[in-house]
């Protein structure tokens, strides 16, 4: 995907009473002669200065620290035609109403945590970042967070409370990403995934109508966002589930090369635990490997409900000889703030495949990806990581019986989402890790294919750029989602103008 050439900054003005903006599935009407020829950034970014004092420009003090520092993958680091911080609903609606008048691109990005080239950044086009949108309200079993803010924000607010949302498992994932595409959490057993325990979003729509999603309240569009990405509006305001978790016990093990085995038969039994009352717990579970030195090691971060010292759920990892275990009882912000991502670590790329729970299969899938690391194990700075992620049977029935449902559809089986996690160091090489990864994952599904063992799920977390999660729901969901989307955008503002992320399409 491309964005719009640069252009210099135009001094076309456009009035806000020339655009005519109607209501949800009516047409967008532009007076004749309203505005000139000029279209696309310049016509948006000067329209845009004319209004609001929070408008960086590419020679602006703090354009490199918005447009490029903000990002942990330094791929992400673009070149937009100014970036806006808006500060209210009303403002952001405004400048939608200007993007369509003007034909202008534009990227959003709240907390950055989708990775890719493009997702929440722009070249060439307007930057809309989000980051005054830092309000977090504290209720008796909610809690109202803007998308401004990290997943560390929401677990310090509610630390007081002795209360937690379902979240993001490291610092600085941010709340909006997250929340729109699913959302893994520790304890998706229980209580399912972060998109599940949405209560309510406050949404601008792509004309700049400003309504709220809820089980009441267009609840078409309630069910859509929960898994439908930035397909549908702005979310302003998250009003979020929570629950008395004051207190969580925590373990960390790093085991050796040899038993890894061991570690992924650990990983297929834990997703396969299917109780009628879990305990809630969960994990990052991961495989490391110096293609340099040759050394491997897989790692746990383990989170358990609870002050249970070790925590119980995660018995047959501990079985496992390990060259470092620490347990530990703590609470979520605690457990949170020791897991951070540096900002512009390094370029990374993903991709992933879903399996059904096969200790066998998972074991020869992991030792052909260590082999075939060894291919490019001349580019500078490789950070080759095999990531698992567990999707219980457990985790799907909550959608299941919550009355509301999400996108995704999964059944109510157990999934293992493995995934490749490759870091390097030069632009130079991005097309040759790209060539690598999709062939290599295309050739090691195969194994799961032939064995009946593959789903073809793919979580917009795990996934690659050029990987299609749409094409893993149920073709009744999807349908379900293009119907509502022609309802809300008919216009197509968040796939025409806004083309960062994964697009539903028609």
Not at 159 to 170: C, D
Not at 444 to 449: D, G, K, R
């Amino acid at each position: 995907m491309k964005g719009l050439a640069k252009l210099s900054i135009s001094a076309l003005v456009l009035a806000k009473s020339d655009i005519a903006i109607a209501q949800v599935g009516s047409a967008v009407t532009t007076p004749l002669g309203s505005f000139e020829s000029t279209k696309g950034a310049a016509c948006a970014c000067s329209k845009l200065s004319q209004i609001y004092s929070e408008i960086i420009n590419p020679s602006g003090a703090n354009y490199t620290a918005q447009a490029a520092d903000a990002y942990w993958d330094i791929r992400a680091n673009l070149s937009p035609a100014c970036i806006l911080l808006p500060s209210s609903a009303d403002e952001i609606s405004n400048a939608l109403e200007i993007f369509q008048a003007c034909d202008a691109q534009f990227a959003v990005r709240g907390g950055g945590h989708m990775n890719y080239p493009g997702s929440n950044n722009i070249d060439g086009g307007v930057l809309m970042a989000l980051e005054k949108f830092d309000k977090v309200k504290v209720n008796a079993e909610s809690v109202e967070v803007g998308p401004g803010l990290t997943w560390y924000d929401v677990y310090e607010a509610l630390e007081p409370y002795g209360r937690a949302a379902i979240g993001g498992r490291l610092k600085t994932i941010g709340v909006p990403g997250l929340s729109l595409i699913g959302g893994f959490h520790y304890f998706n057993n229980k209580y399912g995934y972060t998109m599940d325990n949405v209560l309510s979003y406050d949404v601008i729509l792509g004309n700049g109508t400003q309504v709220v999603a809820n089980k009441s309240s267009h609840p078409d569009l309630f069910w859509a966002l929960k898994g439908g990405a930035n397909n549908y509006g702005i979310v302003t305001k998250f009003t979020l589930k929570t629950y008395a978790i004051p207190k969580v016990s925590t373990t960390i093990q790093v085991i050796n090369e040899s038993g890894i085995p061991d570690f992924l038969t650990a990983v297929c039994n834990i997703v396969k635990l299917d109780e009628s009352d879990p305990i809630a717990a969960g994990m990052v579970a991961t495989v490391q490997y110096n293609a340099t030195t040759k050394v491997v090691s897989a790692s746990l971060l383990g989170v358990q409900e609870g002050i249970s010292k070790p925590p119980s759920q995660f018995a047959n990892f501990s079985a496992i000889p390990a060259t470092t275990r620490i347990n530990n009882v703590t609470t979520m912000r605690q457990w949170a703030s020791s897991l951070d991502t540096p900002k512009q670590m390094f370029r990374v790329m993903f991709s992933h495949k879903t399996m059904k729970p096969d200790q066998d299969v998972l074991i020869s899938i992991y030792r052909a990806w260590k082999d075939a690391v060894d291919e490019i194990a001349d580019i500078e700075g490789l950070y080759p990581t095999f990531v698992t992620n567990v999707a219980p049977a457990s985790a799907a029935r909550v959608a299941l019986t919550n009355g509301v449902g999400n996108v995704w559809g999964l059944e109510a089986e157990p999934y293992i989402l493995w995934q490749f996690s490759t870091g390097w160091a030069l632009a130079q090489d991005d097309l040759r890790i790209e060539g690598w990864s999709r062939q290599l994952i295309e050739r090691l599904n195969a194994i799961n294919v032939e064995k009946a063992l593959a789903s073809d799920f793919i979580y917009m977390g795990d996934a690659g750029e050029w990987q299609d999660p749409f094409a893993g729901f149920p073709a009744e969901n999807v349908a379900r989602m293009r119907k509502i989307k022609s309802l809300y955008d008919p216009l197509g503002v968040f796939s025409r103008l806004n083309w960062g992320g994964f697009k539903l399409g028609v």
